[in-house]
């Protein structure tokens, strides 16, 4: 178990009990502390208090029954005494409400007298030391956030039983065009919410019109419960909102899109597990064999497609390293499926690949985005249909608008052409202006022209295009050449059935593994497939079932193997509580989600793997074996 705060420190602590006993107990116990500890006792406050002025302690100890005081009266007079250090009880009264209010009150665990032992001491005094340490940074962020709250123009103003404004700032003048001293004993200008946030257009003073978003809440104001409001001017912002709706909805599709493909790679997933689990048993029958194997192939084009669709999201799976170089041959061909489904009916698209294969300086991302706006913007300026052409090929300067020089060959050109109505010469001047559209607000779908541009520029290609009104349009996105660049991070190979894990001697134990996932057919499958290699395999089917098991030391466990997406408790949080229960246990997560519903930095901390739903029985693998073997 690893607490970097307390790593190669001495932890001073301030034992308060009036009972010798108990006293000469935790003096033992320490004793056996796997870290270096200090511990001072006295038998009152007052002593404590003096102890406390001459000394720096990282933790104290507190009887909560000190013969003067008993209950919360002591916790509340030691947190005045004791005003920023970790407090842990000690109490021989098992009250869980008494408990719960000394939590709320500044402690930060307890324990009940002649129920705890030397470990249950140690472990208390660490969650404390670094529960505490983390209170006082979230403390400290709430200061500073309450700075830059206090210094930013939000109105703020105070009404009272009365429904009249009793206080207001700057700001709220400010916003409703009144001096303070005309809005003071005025009753409310604005429809105030029962709760959370509202939007209300106001007229100022001056017969300005704005946007407003109201929150209300009930606090103590001088002493007497009043009606605290904020109100923040959004009138720019909900104009700006108004002229990039285009981007709105696009967004709003692609999450529904998203969430959907989580759902589909939940059910890919239960049938890939089930296939693999059925390939493991149909060795004797060619027949079912090769219906299994149609099972998995067509896993792996649903898996395909789903992919494409979070890559125009933004959440693709790269893992921990994106790939910056795209090879644009094969991406189109992989993409061309999804571009007939964009076009529709009406439409139809075609992939003219007659140019050598070639690799690109940007990710498979940014290109899908920029390949999928100038598709939309394509479809809808043919309007009585037509067919999107898209095309590769090396750029022939006297094709490209800006002087490459003898560098031409360094660039890759991707031609969109289309056979819509063309853009009229004024509107060619302006295309590129941030916002700016020649559709129906109501019925934007693609990305703005400018957002595409600024996108290209970051990796250092450009768009050009040329158009005739009544004949079409044709766009050319220019991108650097790269030679194909070499994964940060190989894969391991994934290892044969037979020989999968590590060879282990008579004496060792086989690898266990915890498989936690609510969905029963994945626990089923995915559990086969493991014994199937070797492993001794537990499941779970929740957070709470699976800590229950970790709890329990006397069960074994190598590597916990969790869904992150589970009602009562997700995958990360189990995984945070797993390694602190289990020292040197290795975590696999798991999602629908693809690698970027996963903090990188987390994944890096806890020296976590990561599998994308849906799986091969050999990514299973190759992740239990690289688990397996970092904890041997």
């Not at 693609?446 to 541009?453: E, H, I, T, Y």
């Not at 250092?460 to 050319?476: K, N, P, T, Y």
């Not at 629908?592 to 806890?606: H, L, N, R």
């Amino acid at each position: 178990m690893s607490f970097p705060a307390l790593s190669g420190k001495r932890v001073h602590v301030l034992l308060v009990d009036d009972s010798s006993d108990d006293r000469f107990l935790v003096s033992e116990l320490s004793k056996v502390f796997a870290f270096p500890v200090e511990i001072d006792a006295v038998d009152s406050l007052e002593k404590g208090e003096a102890k406390w002025s001459s000394g720096n302690y990282d933790a104290v100890l507190l009887d909560l029954d000190l013969g003067r005081t008993c209950g919360l009266a002591t916790l509340v007079a030691a947190r005045r005494v004791f005003s920023d250090v970790a407090i842990v009880l000690l109490t021989g009264n098992d009250d869980d409400a008494l408990m719960a209010d000394c939590l709320k009150h500044g402690a930060q665990d307890f324990l009940v007298k002649g129920r705890y032992n030397g470990v249950e001491l140690e472990k208390a005094i660490r969650f404390a030391i670094v529960r505490h340490a983390r209170m006082t940074e979230l403390e400290h962020k709430t200061e500073e956030l309450d700075f830059m709250l206090d210094t930013q123009e939000i109105g703020l103003f105070v009404l009272n039983e009365s429904n009249r404004i009793v206080h207001c700032n700057h700001a709220v003048c400010e916003i409703f065009g009144y001096k303070e001293e005309e809005l003071l004993g005025m009753a409310s200008l604005l429809p105030i919410p029962e709760e959370g946030t509202s939007e209300v257009l106001f007229g100022t003073a001056s017969g300005k019109r704005k946007t407003l978003e109201v929150r209300a809440a009930d606090s103590e104001w001088r002493g007497k419960v009043e009606r605290l409001v904020t109100v923040i001017d959004v009138t720019a912002r909900k104009e700006m909102e108004r002229r990039a709706s285009e981007g709105e909805k696009l967004e709003t599709v692609a999450r529904v899109c998203f969430g959907v493909a989580h759902e589909f790679n939940n059910l890919l997933a239960m049938t890939r597990t089930k296939a693999d689990f059925l390939e493991t048993m149909s060795s004797v029958d060619p027949v079912w064999a090769a219906h299994i194997e149609d099972l998995q192939m067509a896993c792996e084009r649903g898996s395909s497609l789903v992919k494409q669709l979070m890559t125009f999201y933004g959440k693709e799976e790269h893992g921990r390293h994106e790939e910056t170089s795209v090879e644009v041959v094969s991406f189109l061909q992989s993409w061309e499926p999804y571009l007939e489904s964009m076009v529709g009916l009406d439409n139809s698209v075609e992939l003219v690949l007659d140019c050598e294969p070639a690799n690109v300086r940007i990710s498979e991302r940014s290109l899908g985005k920029v390949l999928a706006a100038l598709v939309s913007n394509a479809c809808d300026a043919m309007r009585s249909g037509g067919c999107v052409r898209i095309r590769p090929l090396l750029v022939a300067p006297e094709r490209v608008q800006r002087d490459l020089g003898n560098s031409a060959a360094n660039y890759l050109c991707i031609s969109i052409a289309d056979e819509g109505c063309g853009i009229s010469p004024e509107n060619q001047m302006r295309i590129f202006e941030p916002f700016f559209t020649t559709k129906d607000t109501r019925a934007g779908r693609g990305l703005g022209l400018s957002v595409v541009s600024n996108l290209l520029r970051e990796h250092g290609g450009w768009i050009e295009f040329d158009s005739e009104e009544g004949i079409g349009s044709e766009f050319r996105i220019l991108l650097q050449r790269v030679e194909k660049t070499e994964e940060v991070e190989r894969p391991v190979e994934a290892a044969p059935a037979e020989t999968f894990l590590p060879a282990r001697s008579a004496s060792q134990e086989l690898t266990s593994v915890l498989v936690v996932d609510d969905e029963p057919i994945i626990r089923f499958s995915v559990a086969r497939l493991l014994e199937a290699c070797g492993c001794e395999v537990r499941c779970a089917e929740n957070g709470v079932q699976a800590l229950e098991y970790l709890e329990d030391l006397s069960q074994p466990c190598d590597v916990l193997l969790t869904d992150i997406n589970m009602p009562l408790m997700d995958g990360l949080e189990l995984a945070n509580r797993a390694v602190y229960l289990r020292e040197g246990l290795r975590i696999v997560v798991m999602s629908g989600y693809g690698a970027g519903a996963v903090d990188a930095a987390w994944m890096e901390e806890k020296g976590a793997e990561f599998l994308s739903k849906p799986f091969k029985k050999d990514d299973l693998r190759a992740v239990v074996l690289r688990t397996s073997e970092s904890t041997t």
